[in-house]
Nanobody
Framework: VQLQASGGGLVQAGGSLRLSCVAS????????MNWYRQAPGKQRELVGT???????TYLASVKGRFTISRDNAKNTMYLQMTSLKAEDTAVYYC???????????????WGQGTQDTVSS
């Protein structure tokens, strides 16, 4: 099983970016999916979580600006970021609890990071 994140880049403050995270492999089902970020010199923090049914929770500082969604048929999660600020600059990581075919339990998988830079 692999997670592949994409969509990062450079954007001006106030702009928008959309990240995608695709899970591939022998997947039975995907439970909670998460976006994390790590800014230079700071600890990794949880940006938001989306349950299989689509309900999402968010870090307070991004609530109202970021939206997490998922397409279960495509094993894909999205992070729509709007009204971006310089302090949103970070490497963004996707994470998911995935149960593989033939397994009785889920494992924790991480995608590679994608750099998002917001210029002020």
């Amino acid at each position: 099983v692999q997670l592949q994140a994409s969509g990062g880049g450079l954007v001006q403050a106030g702009g928008s970016l959309r990240l995608s995270c695709v899970a591939s492999g022998s997947i039975f089902n995907i439970n909670a999916m998460n976006w994390y970020r790590q800014a230079p010199g700071k600890q990794r923090e949880l940006v938001g979580t989306i349950a299989p049914g689509g309900s999402a929770t968010y870090l307070a500082s991004v609530k109202g600006r970021f939206t997490i969604s998922r397409d279960n048929a495509k094993n894909t999660m999205y992070l729509q970021m709007t009204s971006l600020k310089a302090e949103d600059t970070a490497v963004y990581y996707c994470n998911a609890w995935i149960r593989e075919i033939g397994k009785l339990y889920s494992n924790d998988y991480w995608g590679q990071g994608t750099q998002d830079t917001v210029s002020s």
